[in-house]
């Protein structure tokens, strides 16, 4: 691509768009116009405030080379949007949920295990409303519609349910997500992905919690708490799926900042 340098006076551009919209601007005799101080350029070239590139021949092959990473830019600037998003819903709800991050992260995984009347995973946009309305989960009507622009690319007016939470709430890390998995290995030694709730019972230890260490509870206090919180999260009260036991330590997860902090909450009961 041969061009021509020339100062004007015009729109400003960041280097950036030339891969976000080469279809718009890669046209022989476009006038492309940069702020000088903002690009490693000689001093000799920053004397003048602004740098124009006119395109006045295009190379076709060079074209084409450049077709392919605009694309990987878009997908970049796109996951990137989608992230602040996320992140902004989680601030919204980040309050709520250091308070009861447990019950409602529980209490929503069931409340949608008995709605999913199709038993595929997926519900729809009235489905989530009406579920952050039963948990009072406030979510101003504008970021609910980008959530949902993202979640439902596929414009079925259908979204995973699994997703949907870890949009709003966020997802523990593969770190923590480890030692979940290797506390459930431990109680599902037999590999059905289910175990009855009797054996949780025979294996949970509290003896070792923070609060009976302090003498504010009991052993026997801290278990029936655990049990009943885990109880109430579960289609069957008599045993416990594997993501039901996840949803659980997800929502532990949330008041937690420390990874070494959840791992020890983990490790002190089941012995792993």
Request: hydrophobic share 40%.
């Amino acid at each position: 691509m041969i061009i021509l340098l020339k100062v004007l006076q015009n729109i400003f551009y960041k280097l950036c768009d030339l891969f976000a919209n080469h279809s718009m601007f890669c046209q022989q005799g476009a006038n492309l116009t940069f702020r000088s101080v903002d690009h490693n350029l000689p001093e000799s070239v920053k004397q003048n405030p602004v740098l124009t590139l006119r395109v006045i021949n295009i190379d076709e092959t060079a074209m084409d080379f450049l077709k392919a990473p605009s694309e990987e830019f878009k997908q970049e600037c796109s996951e990137q949007d989608n992230s602040r998003v996320f992140k902004k819903i989680q601030g919204m709800l980040r309050e709520a949920l250091s308070k009861r991050g447990v019950r409602v992260v529980t209490g929503l995984g069931k409340y949608f295990r008995r709605i999913d009347k199709n038993r595929n995973g997926f519900l729809s946009q009235a489905d989530f409303k009406e579920a952050l309305k039963v948990f009072h989960l406030e979510v101003p009507e504008g970021d609910f519609e980008s959530l949902w622009l993202i979640l439902d690319d596929s414009k079925s007016d259908k979204v995973d349910y699994g997703e949907f939470v870890r949009a709003i709430v966020g997802e523990m890390n593969e770190y923590r997500k480890a030692f979940v998995r290797k506390a459930y290995m431990k109680l599902d030694f037999n590999k059905t992905g289910s175990v009855p709730m009797v054996d949780i019972r025979k294996c949970y230890c509290a003896k070792k919690h923070p609060l009976v260490l302090a003498g504010k509870a009991t052993e026997e206090e801290i278990t029936a708490s655990f049990l009943e919180t885990l109880g109430e999260s579960c289609s069957n009260p008599n045993e416990v799926s594997y993501s039901e036991f996840e949803d659980y330590y997800e929502g532990l997860s949330i008041g937690i900042m420390d990874d070494d902090d959840f791992v020890n909450i983990l490790r002190n009961p089941w012995g792993i």
